[in-house]
């Protein structure tokens, strides 16, 4: 069974920062392109931050450029998302999702529909 399960969320105050992981079970994490995605109830998912395969290279959405940061650990199977500097805005479910290959058009790596296998999400509540 593939598995993704995100932890590491709460409540934290504006300039705050969070750890985000996402522990694949069932199949190689690092085989994968990984990304992050976050949700606010009636809007749409919003792409946060990318890893392709073997961590080669990281991608982030403009509203994170600079304050959060993707990585991967081969030996725990796991990607975290370091989130730093946090502001209300930043509130939402994170999950994170893994696809086969980068897409050849870049921007479709911030569509969720390419995404096979997604996690149940971790919820950050960043507060002013």
């Known amino acids: 069974e593939v598995l993704l399960v995100e932890s590491g969320g709460g409540d934290v105050q504006a300039g705050g920062s969070l750890r985000l992981s996402c522990a694949a079970f069932?199949?190689?994490?690092?085989?994968?392109?990984i990304g992050w995605f976050r949700q606010i109830p009636g809007k749409e998912r919003e792409g946060v931050s990318c890893?392709?395969?073997?961590?080669?290279?990281?991608y982030y959405a403009d509203p994170v450029k600079g304050r959060f940061t993707i990585s991967s650990d081969n030996t725990k199977n796991t990607v975290y998302l370091q989130m730093n500097s946090l502001n209300p805005e930043d509130t939402a479910e994170y999950l994170c999702?893994?696809?086969?290959?980068?897409?050849?058009?870049?921007?479709?790596?911030?569509?969720?529909?390419?995404?096979?296998?997604w996690g149940q999400g971790t919820q950050v509540t960043v507060s002013s």
């Open positions: 890893i392709s395969e073997r961590g080669g290279s990281t």
């Open positions: 069932g199949f190689i994490l690092n085989d994968y392109v």
């Open positions: 999702a893994a696809r086969s290959g980068l897409p050849v058009d870049m921007h479709a790596i911030w569509t969720p529909s390419g995404y096979a296998y």
